[in-house]
């Protein structure tokens, strides 16, 4: 279980570029562990946990100090801490953050000059040898290796997040779809090489990475027989 201060100081984090390059500063008086107050020129912004739901408020210029009412709200997104982790946090800080380039009229960075430089994932030869075991950067390194046109989308992921978020890489960045493409025209050698690369994943992966070939992947198939029958032979 996650605690308030800690989902509230996560949040925070992520929003911290955007807060700063709308010239919002943090308000060091406030001391209620559920609030974090940004205050600049234009009026103050607040960012609230309470229960399950947060929420981005905002109170214009105007001088005085704002009771609850006053503040106008922003967004509201829903936190469960007794289920929460980072990358939860880090959604919500997204979300945030773009409500606030949209309200300030912040100009998003562009991926040149924001982008996060990859770490090196692990190597074929040290998996081979058995020193080492298939994690999903690695995956995701391996499989857009045999569909480049994927590889910005790869790199994108992981700049997002800051990490590599494989079950939306597959599910929304069209990892998937590759799949399903190369199942669907079932050209023997095409299929040679995904599975290929499926089986040796599956057998050299962390736990993560067998759930993900299993259930994210092929469980995209919806249990079509057709596709079935193609992966089985």
Do not use: H, W
């Not at 210029?61 to 289920?83: F, H, I, K, M, R």
């Not at 880090?90 to 960075?109: G, L, P, V």
């Not at 990475?209 to 469980?219: N, P």
């Amino acid at each position: 279980m996650m605690n308030a201060k800690t989902a509230l100081d996560l949040i925070v984090k992520g929003m911290l570029p955007v807060l700063n390059a709308a010239n919002f500063s943090a308000v060091k008086e406030n001391a209620d562990d559920n609030i974090a107050l940004f205050a600049s020129d234009a009026g103050i912004i607040r960012i609230k946990l309470e229960l399950d739901r947060v929420a981005l408020q905002f109170y214009p210029e105007g001088g005085g100090v704002p009771d609850d009412g006053d503040y106008t709200q922003l967004a509201l997104s829903l936190l469960e801490l007794e289920e929460a982790n980072e990358r939860d946090c880090q959604y919500i800080a997204n979300d945030f953050a773009d409500m606030i380039r949209e309200r300030f009229r912040i100009k998003k960075k562009s991926a040149t000059t924001q982008a996060v430089k990859m770490p090196k994932s692990i190597s074929k030869t040290a998996i081979k040898n058995g020193d080492a075991y298939y994690d999903a950067l690695s995956f995701g390194n391996a499989f857009t290796a045999l569909y480049p046109e994927l590889r910005a989308a790869y790199k994108a992921n992981y700049e997002r997040y800051n990490e590599f978020l494989a079950e939306e890489f597959f599910l929304n960045d069209g990892g998937n779809e590759a799949v399903l493409q190369v199942i669907r025209q079932n050209d023997p050698a095409q299929m040679k090489r995904l599975f290929n690369l499926l089986n040796d994943v599956y057998e050299n992966g962390v736990n993560d990475v067998q759930s993900l070939v299993c259930v994210t992947i092929l469980g995209a198939l919806n249990n079509d027989e057709v596709l079935l029958a193609r992966c089985a032979d």
